[in-house]
């Protein structure tokens, strides 16, 4: 006996498998965003995954002795990356953009510049030059932010 109607068929949603997302975190010596040989890992430092832009943290792991770190579980689309050095590390927050497209991400690597530092005198600028000129003191205990 011939069918004479079909079933009824539902779209399917985006069924994209998710993906790992891995890398190093290195110290980035000359700013060159690119990892050189004596660029070695930093070990400690947390990393934060929001997978879908709404500003939660999907996912979090620490690097390990080499800075490696991965992420399991990633589903596509866009990724937010941010990694927090330990606080006394002397590195600073970093925040990248990764796009998830269904194939594990395994160079989401993460440069960290060292924190730079001020350094100076705060003066009695006399002659309102901006000059420290001979005989213009220093002026001791100013907390300069």
């Known amino acids: 006996m011939p ?3 079909r079933p009824a068929v539902d779209p399917l949603d985006d069924r994209t498998a998710p993906t790992v997302v891995s890398g190093t975190v290195y110290s980035d010596l000359n700013g060159n965003l690119t990892r050189d040989p004596a660029e070695g890992g930093v070990e400690g430092v947390t990393l934060y995954l929001d997978a879908n832009a709404d500003g939660t943290r999907d996912f979090t792991a ?3 002795e080499a800075g490696f770190y991965s992420f399991e579980g990633v589903p596509a689309g866009p990724s937010t990356l941010t990694a927090e050095p330990p606080a006394a590390s002397g590195y600073g ?4 953009v990764y796009n998830v497209a269904g194939t594990d991400v395994t160079t989401a690597d993460v440069g960290l510049r060292p924190r730079g530092v001020v ?3 705060v003066f009695a600028d006399l002659n309102g030059n ?3 000129d001979p005989g213009e003191r ?3 205990n100013i907390r300069v932010n």
Do not use: A, K, L
């Open 3 to 5: 069918r004479t109607s």
């Open 62 to 64: 620490t690097t390990d």
């Open 93 to 96: 927050t970093t925040t990248r």
């Open 119 to 121: 350094r100076g005198v």
């Open 130 to 132: 901006g000059t420290r």
């Open 138 to 140: 220093g002026i001791p």
